[in-house]
């Protein structure tokens, strides 16, 4: 079903299960989608997811859920959203979140340091960065590399890993990105 004014129209499955948010809420996929916990992020690397949105879209906040596996010894970690350009830039990022905790089976959302109204509607890409000891693993769906990457040449890769020794800043542009076997479940509300 087509979402209507940023959400499921009221008898849509989605959005009852949703909770039947009043406000925006974008996913990547439904949560029935989530069949995997993944230990998909390398410290220090940004692991990208792509995320539909709709011009006129307000997105304020940015959410993932760690699966069974906490971040031992986080030294940063922040969420950010890029557009939707060949060469995606940054739009906003949330504040750096240093040494806090994130623990297992957590959903942790994270506001972006200003509301980002979205132009127009496309492709949008949320990341998330994790420099610490062990990076908490992510709920989404384990796929094959080829699968994220897509079957045909102008098919838009669903999740990849980008950028190296990152710490409390997100990069200006996701760039030389490279595609990866696990999406993880980002919602932006």
Do not use: C
């Amino acid at each position: 079903m087509p979402l209507t004014n940023a959400h499921y129209p009221n008898k849509n499955p989605e959005w009852l299960l949703s909770g039947r948010p009043t406000g925006l809420y974008r996913s990547n996929m439904p949560r029935i989608g989530v069949v995997s916990d993944f230990a998909s992020l390398t410290t220090q690397v940004m692991q990208s997811a792509a995320l539909y949105l709709q011009g006129g879209d307000l997105v304020t906040n940015l959410t993932f859920k760690s699966g069974s596996t906490a971040a031992v010894s986080p030294a940063h970690w922040w969420f950010a959203l890029y557009d939707d350009a060949a060469s995606p830039a940054l739009l906003a990022q949330s504040a750096d979140q240093g040494a806090a905790a994130w623990a297992a089976s957590t959903a942790m959302t994270l506001a972006l340091a200003s509301t980002v109204t979205i132009p127009h509607t496309g492709i949008y890409h949320a990341a998330v960065m994790v420099a610490a000891t062990t990076p908490p693993s992510l709920l989404g769906a384990g796929t094959v590399d080829g699968a994220v990457g897509g079957f045909l040449a102008d098919d838009v890769v669903l999740a990849q890993n980008s950028g190296g020794s990152l710490t409390d800043t997100a990069p200006a542009t996701i760039s030389g990105g490279s595609a990866i076997g696990f999406v993880p479940r980002v919602v932006a509300t």
